[in-house]
């Protein structure tokens, strides 16, 4: 199994980016993705996961200004990030579960949030 994130960088406050994660080699193909993010001496915490049929579920942090979508035939998660803030900085891991619930995490990609 293989994830590969994008769209991480350096915004300014109030800005805008859009965070991708393509998964391959996962057999039946992903039942959830999602995204968490962790930052220096912090547990990784939920940021947005959304199932395979498409219920999606939010950080409360994060609601109102982030929204997750997949495309299931790209086996593609999005994580549209605006109005970020500089407690948006992290880095966001890629999450998928597969049919068996097996977790399998990204790379990492990171997210700066500064003027």
């Known amino acids: 199994v293989q994830l590969q994130a994008s769209g991480g960088g350096l915004v300014q406050p109030g800005g805008s980016l859009r965070l991708s994660c393509a998964a391959s080699?996962?057999?039946?193909?992903?039942?959830?993705m999602g995204w968490y993010r962790q930052t220096p001496g912090k547990q990784r915490e939920l940021v947005a996961t959304?199932?395979?049929?498409?219920?999606?579920n939010f950080a409360d942090s994060v609601k109102g200004r982030f929204t997750i979508s997949r495309d299931n035939v790209k086996n593609t998660v999005y994580l549209q990030m605006n109005s970020l803030k500089p407690e948006d900085s992290a880095v966001y891991y890629c999450n998928v579960r597969d049919t068996w619930y097996r977790d399998y995490w990204g790379e990492g990609t990171l997210v700066t949030v500064s003027s």
């Open positions: 080699g996962i057999v039946f193909g992903p039942k959830n």
């Open positions: 959304i199932t395979s049929g498409g219920s999606r």
